[in-house]
T-cell receptor
């Protein structure tokens, strides 16, 4: 069983479209994260959710919105996609704070044309 | 904000060599993470350590909290160790959920 799963793996779309990336973890963790990896392979935190409460929002445009229907899911919605949104997006989860081991999903490669 | 510096950025070595990757950070932390990103893109947590040393197989991670420095060592390196190794730290806070701040990674290639 995959611990942290993401769908889709690949997403190719046009500028201006709205898209969602889903993330699910079956580890029973209470904290989930979204990270963005840019073309230079640099990872950066976007959001974290702890017990359905947004804890961090790191200067991310408000076109990006995380939605957590329950503790096991943290989906990422992106409105009005721009070329600069092309990147790999990783979901992760942990039990407790950022000092805890994080488990990463396989990543979603987003390409905006 | 914590600044995380890794060195070297790129490292090519021969199979069997002893590898060292260094990480330094600017602000005190509760724990430091070492991650491995495979050529296929997947990210795996290797170590999380808050003091001293941890060992897993041929991998050893050490941390010096006073000097704000950590090292990742690979003994008897093998081509399958070729990957990007990333150092990451959480913000120093009393509690709550905090995302990691990452170094830029060390791209390691082990040649047969």
């Amino acid at each position: 069983d995959t611990a942290v799963s993401q769908t889709p793996k690949y997403l190719v779309t046009q500028m201006g479209n709205d898209k969602s990336i889903k993330c699910e973890q079956n580890l029973g963790h209470d904290t989930m994260y979204w990270y963005k990896q840019d073309s230079k392979k640099f990872l950066k935190i976007m959001f974290s959710y702890n017990n359905k409460e947004l804890i961090i929002n790191e200067t991310v445009p408000n076109r990006f919105s995380p939605k957590s229907p329950d503790k096991a899911h943290l989906n990422l919605h992106i409105n009005s996609l721009e070329l600069g949104d092309s990147a790999v997006y990783f979901c992760a989860s942990s039990q407790g704070s950022g000092g805890a081991t994080q488990y990463f999903g396989p990543g979603t490669r987003l390409l905006v044309l | 904000k914590n600044e995380v510096e890794q060195s070297p950025q790129n490292l090519t070595a021969q199979e069997g060599e002893f590898i060292t990757i260094n990480c330094s950070y600017s602000v005190g932390i509760s724990a430091l993470h070492w991650l491995q990103q495979h050529p296929g893109g997947g990210i795996v947590s290797l170590f999380m350590l808050s003091s001293g040393k941890k060992k897993h197989g041929r991998l050893i991670a050490t941390i010096n909290i006073q000097e704000k420095h950590s090292s990742l060592h690979i003994t008897a390196s093998h081509p399958r160790d070729s990957a990007v190794y990333i150092c990451a730290v959480p913000p120093f806070k009393g509690g709550g959920a905090d995302g990691l701040t990452f170094g830029k990674g060390t791209h390691l290639i082990i040649q047969p």
